[in-house]
């Protein structure tokens, strides 16, 4: 995929509009609790301030419009050096600060969440995000496959670019989508009725596709057995896709059963009152023989119940990947935290900011907001 690249663009001195991923966990406290994105957007910012842009950064944080001010603390904290300012206007009203930005100044602008054109891709919010530049640059893949005003709406009225974080994520995940033989996708976490087009698609490019999580309970049942009280989707699996000869499915789990207690068994011995909650050592065991062997792997989503704590299947997944020597992309917020206890040589394990939006990509080979950065065709 050809995107106009940051590195072509003349920013010294230009009013650069910045869509940058701040949608970050918070704590109780309400300080950041995991900064993995703002770090990743930080090459971009750092760039665009040597260059001596204005840069006015974008972003929305959650759903509920919660202010960006401590997401923009923690920001001026990872780059003591950027001259970084918190605006906290929205951005019709910004335009009287944005236009005394000195060179290689940054004034993070609210949670752009809480204005109504956003979601909705409105022409008027996109039009006012546009007034107060003279290029964009999009950096937030995480938000890549949301079509809103302060990404495709804006790309379409300004000069746009990629910025280097997008323009990696997109080399590094157009690498997954072709895979060399012998590669191995894991996909794990639950909702089989929004994982159904990736799975579908990697069904057709990966030798052999691992479903773990809450999402091997849909597949489980597809092929007849009982998944006893497990979480299950809405819809079925498909047979054609449930049959598919790539797939991998665990062959033991954790079970947890509502008198308490949990036990391993074989997926063909759960109870109705047990819950799968993990997979079990035989088939981390296998899937970890997978890895050592894989000439690539592709990971996303946990292979357990992450919020209660059932980490071991994810952790040993982790750890066989960090034992390999192979190339890898692996994204969403518990996998990452999975692995995040293991140190990989070089740039040889991809960790994509992206959960949804790597999904998205994956299944569809684009998102709305890379559109309006495509090159046109020679
Ligand atoms: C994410 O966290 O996956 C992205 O930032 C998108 O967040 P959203 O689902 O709230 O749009």
Known sequence: MNLRRLADAEVAGKRVLLRTSLNVPLRADGTVADDFRLRRGLPTLEHLVRQGAKVIAVGYLGREGA???????????????????????????????????????????????????????????????????DLFVDDAFAEAHRPYASNVGVAQLLPSYAGLLLEEEVARLSEALTPPPGAFAVVGGAKFETKQPVL????????????????????????GLSVGA??????????????????LLPTDVVVSSSRGGKRICRVDEIRSDETIVDNGPETSRAWSEEISKSSFVLWNGPLGVFEKDFTEGTDALASALSAASCRAAV?????????????????????????????DFLAEGTLPALEPLRMPPL
């Open 331 to 359: 994204g969403g917020g518990d996998t990452l935290a999975a692995i995040e206890k293991f140190s990989f040589e070089g740039d040889r394990v991809f960790r994509s900011t992206g959960g949804g939006a790597m999904l």
């Open 200 to 223: 579908r698609k990697l069904s057709t490019l990966y030798g052999r596709v691992a479903v773990g999580g809450a999402l091997a309970n849909d597949f489980l049942k597809a092929r």
């Open 67 to 133: 202010s960006l001010k401590p997401v923009a603390d923690h920001l001026a904290r990872l780059a003591p050096r950027i001259p970084l300012r918190f605006f906290g206007e929205s951005p019709a009203r910004a335009a009287e600060h944005t236009a005394s930005l000195a060179s290689g100044e940054v004034a993070v602008l609210e949670n752009i969440r809480r204005e109504a054109g956003e979601e909705a891709n409105d022409p008027a919010l996109a039009e006012v995000l546009a007034s107060l530049a």
């Open 230 to 247: 497990s979480l299950v989707s809405d819809i079925p699996v498909p047979d054609d896709l449930a049959k598919s000869a790539c797939l």
